[in-house]
């Protein structure tokens, strides 16, 4: 239900820092972002390709992206065998021996090579994005240059833990719903593609007056049987070019704007960028990264296009010395609530601990809007679901008494 982001899959030829030429595949919303965000990695990009069918015909198959379930074990698992005191080449070492053949262990082995070869552990994962977020590799980098990985790297597994854990939330919410929608659905065109024509049948042999309410039935039904295959035709092509336009830069912002304006659920999809843009902001601060280089960071995290916008400018003031409280302000998409307790945290000097709080806020709001969306649309389903079975069999039945009667 709340999926903000459509993905697709490109083929990148690209330079490295070292020198090498290689190709690899990425997930990315757009080719434009995708070309930002390597460039702005160190990459020179010769040139990105999108692959119509995926990763099955294309490009390798490890370098598909690591589910967070898996990255959050590596990590617990990484933090451990770097708090034992081993040397970093050891853990990765460690780490591959243990782990099951998949995508992420052969990009391990490429990391070992990239150590050996004098790379130090940030470096080498910054080389697979596809694998290990910017702002993972950020905040491992801020680590190697305090002395303290254990502490950062600790850091990021409370914030993914945090991270996985509301998208799990959400993930329960949408289940039932959808679940409840695709059974009823199914229902429905079960009875108009095989019910109702049956009783057709039937009320054709009698040679019945039919009321006005049958008579449209019959009649819907027919010409959703003989146009079928047309409407299927329709959908299928409705739903490639919305997915074209939704992967262009101009279709993408013009949906994510509809988004945030449409009642209960835009307001969803804010708190729930604002938890996640503050949670990130928060962690990459506590990591040492400089408040702009965090809010650039952190601005892919709102996952909608008109706010990353609005946080640009936003990064923009802040640049220019304007302060983050001011600057979040005039986003105006920032409620009032979350912008004094930033206020608060700037004049005190806890701005990391007030952001994880704002934060937590918010996505306990998710969290109850998520609670009422679920309680609020079962049986609106059900009512509406069962209005349309109803309508169906009394149309149906209404024409049979008429022939009991006429045969007493």
Known sequence: MLKFVVMASFLCKIGTADGRIVERVFDSSSRELLRQNLESQGFFVFNIRRQIFGPLFGGRQ?????????????????????????????????LIEQMESGGLREVLREVREEIKSGSCLSDAFAKYPQIFPHLYVASIRAGEKTGDLPLTIGRFIDYQKRVEAIRARIRSASFYPLLLTTLATGVLFFMLLYVVPSFTQIFADANLELPLLTR???????????????LVVIVVAG??????????????LFFDRILLKVPFFGGLFRDYAISNFTRTLGTTLASGTPLVSAMTMSRGTLNNRALEQEMALAVQRVEEGTGLSESLTRTGFFPAIALRMVSVGETTGALTEMLGDVADFYESEVEKRLVKLTTMIEPVLMMVMGLMIGLIVVAMYIPIFQMGQTIR
């Open 216 to 230: 449209l039935l019959i009649a819907f039904t027919e010409g959703l049987s003989s146009y079928l295959s047309l």
């Open 239 to 252: 739903v490639f070019l919305l997915r074209r336009f939704l992967h262009s830069a101009r279709g993408r």
């Open 62 to 94: 490890h370098q598909g992206r690591v589910s967070g379930v898996r990255f959050l074990a590596f990590n617990q698992e990484l933090l451990v065998l770097i708090r034992s005191g081993l040397p970093i080449l050891q853990v990765i070492e460690t």
